[in-house]
């Protein structure tokens, strides 16, 4: 694993290793006590000698002091991994705090750069009769118009721009570009006549901008 300063980044299976020889070091540690436990509860700091100064025989000295070196070893070690797991999640919660402000950024500049880049609409789309024209062509309901055919935001001065095209274009297709969600979407409409009223079965009304 990397430490602070290393070069490799720490990750989320580093943690996960470290965490588990935690586990380890306190169940090793677990173990050393019971066995003290067993040695007549002698714990980590009951003399091993008796009244007179001589050495217990009624445990294993041996053992005793082997398990409370253990203890003590096992202790700094485990002193030293939890520092060493503080640090790595840290690491971890700084790094995906800098990606989640990193992505934020990235979707609000994708966002300001789609605006800029949305040509102007003159025009919106308020109705939409299912079954027309205009509805089998995909067009909706707050559809912003930017393209009617050859009428655009530069040329545009009032709705009957659009009707004009419309009668022109009857039974040929028209290209119609609209915004939609923050997106440009190319449509395809056809003008012509159905069991509803009009050429195209929906309602347009100008942008006041």
Same mark, same amino acid.
């Given at each position: ?5 290393? &070069?490799?980044?720490? &990750?989320?299976?580093?943690?996960? =290793? ?18 003290l436990?067993? @040695? ?18 009624d445990?294993?000295?041996? =053992? ?19 520092? =060493? ?6 690491q ?21 750069? =789609?605006?800029?880049?949305?040509p @102007?609409?003159?025009?919106?789309? /308020?109705?939409?009769?299912p ?15 930017v ?10 001065? /009032?709705?009957?721009?659009?009707a &004009? ?19 440009k ?11 509803g ?5 929906? /309602? ?6």
């Amino acid at each position: 694993m990397a430490q602070p300063g290393g &070069t490799r980044p720490v &990750t989320v299976s580093d943690v996960q =290793q470290l965490v588990k020889r935690k586990d380890e070091i306190e169940a090793q540690i677990k173990a050393c006590y019971e066995l003290l436990e067993s @040695q007549k509860g002698v714990g980590m700091n009951e003399p091993l000698v008796d009244a007179e100064g001589f050495p217990r025989d009624d445990i294993d000295l041996y =053992q005793v002091r082997t398990a409370r070196h253990n203890i003590i070893c096992l202790q700094n070690d485990h002193k030293a991994l939890m520092k =060493q797991v503080e640090e790595a999640l840290h690491q971890l919660h700084a790094r995906e705090k800098e990606k989640h402000a990193k992505d934020e950024a990235e979707a609000l500049a994708e966002a300001m750069s =789609q605006n800029q880049s949305l040509p @102007q609409a003159f025009a919106k789309v /308020n109705t939409v009769t299912p079954g027309s024209p205009a509805s089998i062509s995909g067009l909706q309901v707050d559809d912003e118009i930017v393209e009617f055919g050859s009428v655009n935001a530069n040329n545009f001065q /009032n709705l009957q721009n659009i009707a &004009t095209v419309v009668q022109h274009s009857e039974g040929r297709p028209l290209s119609v570009t609209v915004i939609r969600c923050g997106k440009k979407v190319h449509l395809g409409l056809t003008p012509k006549r159905w069991a509803g009223k009009g050429l195209l079965g929906c /309602n347009i009304i100008p942008l006041q901008r």
